[in-house]
């Protein structure tokens, strides 16, 4: 039972019974397993454009463009880096003094490959009277990676991924966050604005605005465009109960119920508040130095071109059914461009008459679409894409996670371990509808595929709920497009020595 203090703890939250109850109600039903038609692959739910449909896609692009429609770059850019040094943290703690792992050894070896060595040294002379070659000629190896992360030095340990240097230039090193920037002035521009919005934390926000007015002058004059540049933050009504094992209500110390950040799921209600007709979504950290930017501007133009190529088509057919327009034949045109083209099928589909179809279809097509660059699998973790049946009884593309597939199924693993491509998080979105009104984003996701953990407070286990991910179930019921792009576009950065590969020095 749900206590005043309760009550009011989650008023101010912007959270309802209803919703605490359903939740405590997720935590002992848990969430169904997505049934599974095939991964996607080339020819069967994935496009590979050969390089004339990509010239033509990029021109596609770049005429909507000059319509002058709104294009924002949306990155999610909330949480701290810790886990990016999660092995330099064990090094501080560690029972030895000098590099011991490879992972040590290779850090220490390279350490004045890394963008922020500068900054590093002059945060170890001004702290122990002495610059990194002469720590280390002393063995005070542990004094460098304390200035890297602790709050005296870099503050590394605390700070978001975007405002760490990345990508070392002639004349400076860039931010993640500057890396986006650069790239919404190369693909993502209109009227000659570009558009960006990050998503942070509440306790990075005013570092973000600092560095972001310090830096977008610089690059506005640069790439001669103007940047508009916007903030927000995950709302608390996104936050979720904690569980205990027994699926009552895990509680502090004080009584208080402990709630924790619904996940990246919750960003589909950020995505809903940003007035936009095409929408980039790319992670921070997925960024390249200007040498090798070429082949991710390319193919974000390119998939940017198929997806206003496919809404162009979209729109035209719902108008054709809104005025009535649309003979039998009309709608088996229809149905082939569902079919073939948006790749979602319904098995029965032959035993609708033409009015039940054209309402089926309209439904279909009157929907936000996306297009997922995919890129080959070379096994790093995460998701995958897939045609998964969909609660109508329709087969769909979808992108899923590990958690979201039964593991005892041996043929649903033998997909996802067999499965020829990854997602990398690269998305373009069309939000709007034919007649121009913003799509309520939140009506078109999928509540039953969430995810449940294990995680602990003080000491005490207790279950965390995440809502269903922003590219996973909060887009479910979206049209979505996969597209292969070249893996010279993913580049992630999970650990700091990850900064050490070829792609971002």
Request: one cysteine or more; proline letters at 4%.
């Amino acid at each position: 039972m749900l206590s005043n203090q309760d009550l009011r703890q989650i008023a101010q939250k912007g959270i309802t019974e209803e919703q605490i109850n359903m939740q405590l109600d997720e935590f002992k039903t848990g969430f169904p397993f997505l049934r599974l038609e095939a991964a996607a692959s080339i020819g069967n739910g994935i496009v590979a454009p050969d390089e004339t449909a990509r010239k033509d896609y990029v021109n596609v692009w770049n005429a909507y463009k000059a319509e002058g429609k709104k294009i924002v770059k949306f990155v999610p850019a909330s949480g701290a880096a810790s886990r990016m040094f999660k092995d330099m943290f064990a090094f501080l703690n560690a029972d030895y003094d000098t590099p011991t792992t490879d992972f040590e050894k290779r850090y220490f070896d390279n350490l004045d490959k890394f963008a922020f060595y500068d900054e590093l040294n002059e945060a170890c002379v001004k702290n122990e009277g002495k610059g990194i070659n002469a720590l280390i000629a002393d063995g005070n190896y542990k004094a460098i990676v304390a200035n890297m992360l602790n709050e005296k030095g870099l503050n590394y340990g605390q700070l978001p991924k975007g405002m760490l240097l990345f990508h070392r230039y002639k004349e400076d090193s860039r931010t993640p966050m500057e890396e986006h920037l650069v790239e919404g002035a190369l693909y993502a521009t209109s009227n000659g604005e570009a558009n960006i919005h990050f998503t942070v934390s509440h306790e990075h926000l005013e570092f973000f605005e600092k560095k972001v007015s310090e830096k977008k002058d610089g690059l506005a004059r640069k790439y001669g465009i103007k940047y508009n540049i916007s903030f927000s933050e995950q709302k608390p009504s996104t936050d979720t109960v904690a569980a205990n094992p027994d699926n009552t209500l895990f509680r502090n110390e004080d009584g208080s119920l402990l709630f924790r950040p619904g996940g990246h799921g919750a960003l589909i209600q950020n995505l809903n508040d940003i007035d936009a007709d095409v929408v980039f979504i790319k992670n921070i950290d997925n960024v390249v130095p200007d040498r090798l930017k070429a082949d991710t501007v390319e193919y974000k133009q390119v998939i940017a071109g198929v997806l206003v190529s496919l809404q162009k088509k979209s729109f035209a057919y719902l108008r054709m059914l809104d005025e009535g327009k649309a003979n039998h034949e009309n709608l088996l045109e229809i149905v082939q461009f569902v079919e073939k083209d948006l790749c979602c099928r319904k098995s029965d589909i032959c035993e609708l008459d033409d009015k039940a179809l054209a309402a089926y279809l309209h439904e279909k097509l009157n929907r936000p679409m996306r297009v997922c660059g995919v890129v080959k699998n070379v096994g790093e973790p995460g998701g995958g894409p897939f045609l998964t049946y969909n609660q109508d009884g329709t087969v769909s593309l979808q992108i899923l996670e590990s958690s979201q597939i039964d593991k005892s199924n041996e043929e649903y693993m033998k997909m996802f371990t067999e499965g020829t491509h990854f997602n990398p998080v690269d998305l373009v979105c069309a939000v709007k509808d034919y007649k121009g009104n913003a799509f309520d984003l939140p009506k078109f996701v999928d509540t039953t595929t969430g995810f449940i953990s294990s995680k602990s407070k003080n000491g005490k286990e207790l279950k965390a709920l995440e809502l269903p991910g922003l590219w996973n179930g909060a887009m479910s019921n979206w049209n979505t497009v996969f597209v292969e792009v070249p893996l010279s576009t993913f580049n992630p950065v999970k650990t700091v020595n990850d900064l050490l590969r070829e792609q971002h020095q």
